[in-house]
């Protein structure tokens, strides 16, 4: 595992990119209220939520504890952000303000939406189960193969995004037995396992601002419709973007180009015809032990704010191969401050590590899954290179229970092959490889598209080629 190796200049692709979506958004929070077309989401966590999970009091639930607020697990041991634990070091290998070289190698990457083939994910599932749980305690088995489809539309037929959605036992006149949210599309995955339930029948009521909705959900159904009554404008997309960087040693060079990649992002996501309205939060992670757990910063749309946090973080510690995920997940739900208004919120988790657990963990990725459909959270994972099959499993377990898609840096040259050695389960004649960033820039877009209800172009099928005469 390489030593110290700083991040400092692989966040230059990163700023680059907050200050081209900063630029190209050019307006203040407040500014942005009334551009909202919804009312702000309730805040309160629904009865029956999982007993890890963040309720009452936490950031997300509770209200921001202040736009940019800073949150060191490592404080209390004198560590800033700036540097490590005493005696440690911590300034930047590269000087600082000079441009990574331009030689860089660009990443490549695939993905896979386990949700499109749902079939084909409940097999690798249960078989990478089957052949891994036993071997970690790290893993955590949840029953997945209870899938509701859940859409919501409003009275134009059009989906509606980031919808109030109560689950309510038949009848009842009492609290919701729990909560979410429907994403940018307007669907919503429903695995009754993540909150800790049995399929049942239900009652679902929705709300979308003044729009109501609400319909019977049989036990066991793949699919359900909520029809609202009014039509909706979501307004103009406010997007919260936040990044879980693990910063161990392992992940020091492979980060420099996922940074220095990201960079040609930057104009093409500000381009969007949507021109969403966005606010960047961090945590970055390694694991007990080492110089700090977690160091999170809270949601902001100030990219200097935000670059001071980001710039001084170096690669460092780890050792074993689960790192502090399972706390990354817990602060980006119980530290960020999620909007309340109509948004999209996505959450990039950049690792090539499973999640490390602990006897006394108060919470793990599991409550994070419930936790996300409580937030209307996409979860996006990124694996990088030398990621294993423990670590694929946990990523595909985010990934599908919140409708995100499963992405992985690929070896170069068109090749399929996970970098690093790593050897996932999925079938290669379905991948697609392209440049990491355009790969980014689609799975981006594709939420944005979806919040502003513009049609999805499909290219057109290539000709078929000539017949070759017979000689």
Same mark, same amino acid.
């Given at each position: 595992?390489p030593?110290?190796?700083?991040?400092?200049l692989?966040?230059l692709?990163?700023?680059?990119?907050?200050?081209?979506?900063?630029?190209?958004?050019?307006?203040?929070?407040?500014?942005d209220?009334?551009?909202?077309?919804?009312?702000?989401?309730? *805040? /309160?966590? !629904?009865? =029956?939520?999982p007993s890890?999970?963040?309720? +009452? #009091?936490? $950031?997300?639930?509770s &209200?921001s @504890?202040g736009?940019?607020?800073?949150?060191?697990?490592?404080a209390?041991?004198?560590?800033?952000?700036? *540097? /490590?634990? !005493?005696g =440690?070091?911590?300034?930047?290998?590269?000087? +600082? #303000?000079? $441009?990574y070289?331009? &030689?860089? @190698?660009?990443l490549?990457?695939a993905?896979?939406?386990?949700?499109?083939?749902?079939?084909?994910?409940l097999?690798?599932?249960?078989?990478a189960?089957t052949?891994?749980?036993?071997?970690s305690?790290?893993?955590?088995?949840?029953?997945?193969?209870?899938?509701?489809?859940?859409?919501?539309?409003?009275?134009?037929?059009?989906?509606?995004?980031?919808?109030d959605?109560?689950f309510?036992?038949?009848?009842?006149?009492?609290?919701?037995l729990?909560?979410a949210?429907?994403?940018?599309?307007g669907?919503?995955?429903?695995?009754p396992?993540?909150f800790?339930?049995?399929?049942?029948?239900?009652?679902?009521?929705a709300?979308?601002g003044?729009?109501r909705?609400?319909?019977?959900?049989?036990?066991?159904?793949?699919?359900?419709?909520?029809?609202l009554?009014?039509?909706v404008?979501?307004?103009?997309?406010h997007?919260?973007?936040?990044?879980?960087?693990?910063?161990?040693?392992s992940?020091?060079?492979?980060?420099?180009?996922?940074?220095?990649?990201?960079?040609?992002?930057?104009?093409?996501?500000?381009?969007?015809?949507?021109?969403?309205?966005?606010?960047?939060?961090l945590?970055?992670?390694?694991?007990?032990?080492d110089?700090?757990?977690?160091?999170?910063?809270?949601?902001?749309?100030?990219?200097?704010?935000?670059?001071?946090?980001?710039?001084?973080?170096?690669?460092?510690?780890g050792?074993d191969?689960?790192?502090?995920?399972n706390?990354?997940?817990?602060?980006?739900?119980?530290r960020?401050?999620w909007?309340?208004e109509?948004a999209?919120?996505?959450?990039?988790?950049?690792?090539?590590?499973p999640?490390?657990?602990?006897?006394?963990?108060?919470y793990?990725y599991?409550?994070?899954?419930g936790d996300?459909?409580?937030?209307?959270?996409?979860?996006?994972?990124?694996?990088?290179?030398?990621?294993?099959p423990?670590?694929?499993?946990?990523?595909?377990?985010?990934?599908?229970?919140t409708?995100?898609?499963?992405?992985?840096?690929t070896?170069?040259?068109?090749?399929?092959?996970?970098?690093?050695?790593?050897?996932y389960?999925?079938?290669?004649e379905?991948?697609?490889?392209?440049?990491?960033?355009?790969?980014?820039v689609?799975?981006?877009?594709?939420e944005?598209?979806?919040?502003?209800?513009?049609?999805v172009?499909?290219?057109?099928?290539?000709?078929?080629?000539?017949?070759?005469p017979?000689?």
């Amino acid at each position: 595992m390489p030593s110290r190796f700083s991040l400092g200049l692989s966040t230059l692709g990163t700023l680059a990119l907050c200050a081209s979506l900063t630029s190209a958004c050019g307006q203040t929070e407040s500014d942005d209220e009334a551009a909202a077309g919804q009312a702000p989401s309730a *805040g /309160e966590p !629904a009865a =029956g939520e999982p007993s890890g999970s963040h309720g +009452e #009091g936490s $950031a997300s639930s509770s &209200g921001s @504890p202040g736009e940019g607020s800073v949150y060191d697990s490592a404080a209390d041991a004198g560590v800033a952000w700036g *540097g /490590e634990a !005493a005696g =440690g070091g911590g300034s930047p290998d590269w000087p +600082e #303000g000079e $441009a990574y070289p331009n &030689g860089a @190698p660009g990443l490549e990457g695939a993905e896979i939406d386990d949700n499109a083939d749902f079939a084909a994910f409940l097999e690798y599932y249960e078989a990478a189960w089957t052949s891994l749980g036993g071997a970690s305690p790290d893993l955590h088995w949840i029953d997945l193969t209870a899938r509701t489809m859940v859409t919501v539309r409003d009275a134009d037929g059009r989906t509606v995004p980031d919808v109030d959605l109560q689950f309510f036992a038949p009848q009842s006149e009492g609290e919701a037995l729990f909560a979410a949210r429907s994403l940018a599309d307007g669907r919503f995955a429903l695995f009754p396992a993540v909150f800790d339930r049995q399929p049942e029948s239900l009652t679902v009521v929705a709300h979308a601002g003044q729009a109501r909705g609400e319909a019977t959900l049989e036990a066991g159904a793949p699919a359900l419709t909520i029809t609202l009554d009014a039509a909706v404008d979501p307004g103009r997309p406010h997007l919260d973007l936040a990044f879980l960087i693990d910063c161990t040693g392992s992940m020091s060079e492979e980060i420099v180009r996922i940074k220095s990649t990201v960079e040609t992002i930057a104009g093409r996501i500000a381009a969007d015809p949507s021109a969403p309205i966005l606010r960047l939060g961090l945590v970055a992670y390694r694991d007990r032990g080492d110089a700090f757990v977690t160091r999170t910063k809270d949601f902001t749309q100030s990219v200097e704010d935000f670059g001071a946090s980001l710039r001084p973080l170096t690669a460092d510690g780890g050792g074993d191969t689960p790192e502090a995920l399972n706390e990354a997940l817990s602060d980006a739900f119980g530290r960020l401050s999620w909007r309340r208004e109509t948004a999209v919120r996505l959450a990039f988790v950049i690792a090539d590590a499973p999640a490390h657990f602990y006897e006394d963990a108060q919470y793990t990725y599991v409550d994070a899954m419930g936790d996300a459909a409580r937030e209307g959270v996409k979860l996006l994972p990124i694996s990088s290179g030398g990621a294993d099959p423990f670590a694929e499993f946990q990523f595909r377990q985010l990934a599908v229970t919140t409708l995100g898609h499963f992405v992985f840096i690929t070896e170069g040259g068109g090749s399929t092959a996970g970098s690093g050695g790593s050897d996932y389960d999925v079938p290669e004649e379905q991948l697609r490889v392209e440049a990491l960033d355009d790969l980014v820039v689609r799975l981006v877009k594709t939420e944005l598209d979806a919040y502003t209800r513009t049609p999805v172009e499909t290219p057109e099928p290539a000709p078929d080629p000539e017949p070759v005469p017979v000689q």
